[in-house]
Each structure stands twice: as C-alpha cells, then as structure tokens.
C-alpha cells in the first residue's frame, strides 16, 4: 500500500480525524495570515497588501467560520451517535463535509489575494459542507432512539443558527 492511500485511510477511518487536522491547520493559517496583515499594515515588515475583503471582516470570518466548525462538527459527528443511541455518520458524510469545507477556506484565502468573487465561491462551498453536515447531525437528531434529546437540539439549533450566520456573511 502506498503512502498516500495510507494517510487516506487513516484520515477518514474517524469522523475527528480529518476535520480536526483541517480545524489545527486552519487555525495556524489563520493567524499566520493575520501577522501578515498586521506587520504590513503598520510597517514592521512587508507591504500593505490589497486584500479583496477588508482584512478585519476577513479575520473574523476565518475565526468564526473557518477554524472553530472544524473542531465542532469532528466532535459532534462522534458524539451524537453515542449520545442517542443513533445511526453511525458515514465516512463519505464526514469527509465531503471536510473536503468542501475545506476546499471553501483555500478559496477564500485565495479570493483575498485576487478577487471577491473567488471568495464568494469559497464561502458558497463552506456553506455547502456544513449543510451536510447540518443535514447528517438532524437525521440522526429525528431518528435516533433516545428519549432524552435536549442537549442535541440545543445544539443542533446553535449550527443552523451559525450556517444562516454565515450565509448572512455571504449576502453581505
């Protein structure tokens, strides 16, 4: 077996796995990206560079939507089945979720440096990956056995309340 499909396999063998390498490198990249920004900004090093999104308004949304969800939904795709009792997320759920999500961050970073509407396509695909997401966690919500739901519907109101956060990011 070759290495590649080794660290395939082994990346999508558990919903945490890939979601929360991509949550790590993300939050690495995020910050590493906002130290560019600042240093040039305020002259220590670099130059101020023309972002298409302005670059506090791109901070926040990296942060909010493009590190912490990483980490949520590699929890949750663990434990809403241990928590109820339900059906097992699939790994082509978890790793279509990670790869569009993703695949959304590349794009906006690479929408910052070249154009909006490369970003938009990015935030269009973020969202697509946490509507499975959202879509996988509710099925198991509504069809697991378990009588006592209420901390997954708390939480499952908490993601639809950040999906439509980011779709609000996305119209503005």
Same mark, same amino acid.
């Given at each position: 077996?070759?290495?590649?499909? *080794?660290?395939?396999? #082994?990346?999508? $063998?558990?919903?945490?796995r890939?979601?929360?390498?991509a949550?790590?490198?993300?939050?690495?990249?995020?910050?590493?990206?906002? /130290?560019?920004?600042?240093?040039?900004? &305020?002259g220590?090093a670099?130059?101020? *560079?023309?972002?298409?999104?302005?670059?506090? =308004?791109? #901070?926040a @949304?990296?942060m909010m &939507?493009?590190?912490?969800p990483?980490? /949520?939904?590699? @929890?949750?795709?663990?434990?809403?089945?241990n928590?109820m009792?339900?059906e097992k997320v699939?790994?082509q759920?978890y790793?279509?979720t990670?790869?569009?999500?993703?695949?959304?961050?590349?794009? @906006?970073?690479a929408?910052?440096?070249?154009h909006k $509407?490369i970003?938009?396509?990015?935030?269009?695909?973020?969202?697509?990956?946490?509507? /499975?997401a959202?879509?996988?966690?509710?099925? /198991?919500?509504l069809? $697991?056995?378990a009588?006592?739901k209420? #901390? $997954?519907?708390? *939480?499952?109101v908490?993601?639809v309340?950040? =999906?439509l956060?980011?779709?609000? &990011?996305?119209? =503005?």
């Amino acid at each position: 077996m070759n290495m590649l499909s *080794t660290v395939r396999d #082994h990346l999508s $063998a558990a919903p945490h796995r890939s979601l929360f390498l991509a949550g790590a490198l993300q939050g690495v990249l995020t910050v590493l990206w906002w /130290i560019f920004d600042l240093t040039g900004r &305020y002259g220590i090093a670099g130059s101020l *560079t023309g972002w298409s999104v302005a670059p506090t =308004w791109a #901070h926040a @949304f990296l942060m909010m &939507y493009g590190f912490f969800p990483f980490f /949520i939904f590699g @929890f949750l795709f663990t434990t809403y089945p241990n928590w109820m009792n339900g059906e097992k997320v699939k790994p082509q759920e978890y790793v279509t979720t990670c790869l569009l999500m993703a695949g959304g961050i590349v794009l @906006f970073y690479a929408g910052l440096l070249t154009h909006k $509407a490369i970003s938009i396509t990015g935030v269009e695909l973020m969202l697509s990956g946490w509507g /499975i997401a959202l879509y996988v966690l509710l099925r /198991i919500l509504l069809t $697991a056995p378990a009588e006592d739901k209420r #901390h $997954a519907r708390v *939480t499952s109101v908490a993601l639809v309340m950040g =999906w439509l956060g980011m779709a609000a &990011y996305l119209v =503005w």
